[in-house]
C-alpha cells in the first residue's frame, strides 16, 4: 500500500525534518565564516600544485592515450610507470613522458605539451564564479609584490 499512510511514519518525520533543517543552518553558518575570513595565496597554490612534478596531468594524458586506442590497462600501466618515476626520482612527469617510446609512438611533443595546459582546467572559472554570485577572475600575467599579500574573497 504505497501510497497510503498512517501515523507510524509521523514520530520519525516529526523528528528528522526539523533537525535536518537545524543542521544545514549550522554547515552554512560555518561555511559563511570560513569564507569570510578566507585568504587565498594564488603564487603558493601554484608553487604547490608545481611541486607534483607535473602529475595533476597524468588523468589527461590517460584519457588521451585511451581515446588514440590504447586499452585503459595498458594507457594505465604506460602512466603509472613515468608518474612513479617523476615522482620517486623528482623529476618532470612531461620529460619523461617525452623520452617514452611507448608513450611518442601515440602523442607527439606537441600533443604532450598541450595536455599540461593549467588554462584547460580554469576555462569555465569565469563561469563558475558568475552562477555563484563571485566577481570575475582578474587574469594577472606577471605577479606584483601586492599579489603576495593575503586577501579575502
Known sequence: ???ERDISHSSTERIILPDSCLALD????????????????????????????GLVFSQRVLITLINK???????YKLVQDSAMK?????QSFLSLLKVDKRITAHLSNRE???LFDYGYYL???????????????KKVKKARVESLAPRSI
Do not use: C
Request: glycine fraction near 4%; aromatic fraction near 10%; charge should be neutral.
Open 1 to 3: 500500500l504505497w501510497h
Open 69 to 75: 586506442g590504447m586499452t585503459r590497462e595498458e594507457a
Open 86 to 90: 617523476a615522482w620517486q626520482e623528482k
Open 26 to 53: 549550522y554547515m552554512l553558518s560555518i561555511f559563511t565564516s570560513i569564507m569570510k575570513g578566507l585568504r587565498v595565496y594564488p603564487e603558493n597554490m601554484r608553487r604547490n600544485i608545481e611541486l607534483s612534478q
Open 112 to 114: 604532450l605539451d598541450s
Open 123 to 137: 576555462k569555465h572559472v569565469d563561469e563558475v564564479f558568475d552562477r555563484l554570485g563571485l566577481t570575475k577572475v
